[in-house]
């Protein structure tokens, strides 16, 4: 993986800019990792004067920031009385507020940095297929209304007008969030940080990162980086670039095809511009684009050419869009989501000023430039971490599970084209 997929490549308004790291650099803090965490801690450091460098092993928003659906949500997967049981009032309390307030943390982003990344700050749609699925939404909504969260819950008339599909029974309209394209936003923030005085540089893979006296050097193919502090925001694409880091956490693919934009159409497909995903063991993913793509999602990876793939779409497309017909599927693409055993994220300490945020379990947008944001003021000493920092974790044997996981997801995806 060195480049975002071609659909958010294609249709990116904001430039891909960067060079390779050369010669021997020294900085405050160096940022392995041009995602969301890289960057939004990059621009938030160096909007407090702190001299800092992000370095990418391919461009920026090579990862999962550049190759997601672009649903910019609230909170996390886990509704807000389980972040409470899991991490206490105090810390749980806070973490729910800064992750419910995330997604205004991007747009206003956005909004402040002009990033060309077709915002739609239309909300986005929990949507239910059976009444347990109506029952869990139910309890969602009353968690997140008590907060005085802007959530309602729509009846299956309503779900059924704001997404053109008749086949959801009820759905969680949540006001706060949005859409964006993922990749636009991702080198907006690269933008961003260039310009608040971040150095960036791309192309450049950190093969080891090794003490030395009080600062640690990161070497590359092309250069040596010596900082004091360390953040290694490399989430699921970690390897082997610190030991035992790649193993605190697991992997789920997930996968994606876009049609041609099909204008009208399409017209009664989300007609106001939210972006969709059920509550499903094996999720679905539904958006738009600003040209009229649809652009359909789920858990697994693309195989080969990926015509297992499109027939899965096709399947899926007729089961959810019935009156839509056929569609031409343009592109396809798939990438790593990293997951925690207790789908909570982790800022984990791995030796003196050395840290790595991660685990969003799928949920990196608004919680990736919230975690950057609060890394940075931790740096700079003027703010806290909205979460302890703990020890590293490694489980048992995360990449037998998550090969494991992709066998099962693609013996689902063949029998859903089947049956
Ligand atoms: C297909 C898909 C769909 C998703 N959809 C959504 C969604 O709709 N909404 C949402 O909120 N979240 C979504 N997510 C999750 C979200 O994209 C991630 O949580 C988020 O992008 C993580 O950002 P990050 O910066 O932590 O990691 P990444 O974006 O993965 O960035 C890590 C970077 O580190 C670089 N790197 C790795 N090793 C090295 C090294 N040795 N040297 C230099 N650089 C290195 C990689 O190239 C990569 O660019 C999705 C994820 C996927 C994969």
Not at 149 to 166: D, F, K
Not at 167 to 188: C, E, K, M, N, S
Not at 350 to 363: Q, S
Request: aromatic share 6%.
């Amino acid at each position: 993986m060195t480049r975002p997929p071609g659909l958010w490549r294609d249709t990116c308004a904001e430039p891909c800019d960067g060079s390779a790291l050369h010669g021997n650099i020294t900085t405050d803090v160096a940022i392995v990792g041009g995602g969301f965490t890289g960057l939004s801690t990059a621009l938030h450091l160096a909007q407090t004067g702190c001299d800092v460098q992000v370095v990418e092993a391919g461009e920026i928003g090579t990862g999962a920031s550049g190759r997601n659906v672009g649903l910019v949500n609230a909170g996390l997967w886990l509704p807000p009385h389980k972040i409470r049981a899991r991490l206490g009032d105090g810390i749980g309390d806070n973490l729910v507020r800064l992750l419910g307030d995330a997604p205004a943390q991007v747009f206003d982003l956005i909004e402040q940095h002009q990033m060309h990344c077709e915002p739609v700050r239309a909300g986005t749609i929990h949507v239910a297929s059976t009444p347990q699925q109506l029952d869990d939404l139910r309890n969602r909504a009353a968690m997140w209304q008590n907060l005085k969260a802007p959530v309602t819950l729509l009846s299956a008339e309503q779900t059924q007008h704001r997404t053109g599909s008749p086949h959801f029974i009820g759905g969680l309209f949540d006001a706060r969030a949005g859409t964006v394209q993922p990749l636009g936003y991702a080198r907006g923030l690269a933008r961003a940080a260039t310009a608040a005085g971040a150095q960036i540089s791309t192309h450049s893979r950190v093969t080891t990162i090794t003490r030395d006296h009080d600062n640690w050097q990161l070497t590359t193919p092309t250069g040596t980086l010596t900082a004091n502090r360390v953040v290694i925001a490399t989430n699921a694409l970690t390897g082997p670039l610190w030991p035992g880091l790649d193993r605190c956490q697991s992997q789920i693919s997930y996968f994606q095809l876009a049609t041609e934009p099909l204008g009208e159409r399409a017209a009664h497909v989300l007609p106001g511009g939210e972006g969709i995903w059920d509550c499903g063991t094996i999720m679905i993913s539904l958006r738009r684009d600003q040209a009229g793509r649809i652009i359909l999602g789920s858990m697994g990876r693309i195989i080969e050419t990926g015509r297992l793939s499109q027939r899965w779409a096709n399947r899926t497309l007729a089961r959810l869009l019935p009156d839509l017909g056929a569609v031409n599927w343009q592109q396809a693409w798939h990438g790593p989501i990293g997951t925690t055993p207790d789908k909570l994220p982790r800022i984990v300490q791995l030796d003196d000023n050395v840290y790595a945020p991660f685990g969003y379990n799928g949920r990196g947008i608004a919680p990736g430039t919230a975690m950057g944001a609060a890394l940075a003021g931790f740096l700079s000493g003027t703010g806290n971490l909205p979460l302890p920092l703990t020890p590293p974790q490694p489980l048992r044997a995360p990449k037998l599970y998550a090969r494991s996981l992709d066998v099962a997801l693609l013996a689902h995806k063949v029998l859903r084209t089947i049956v």
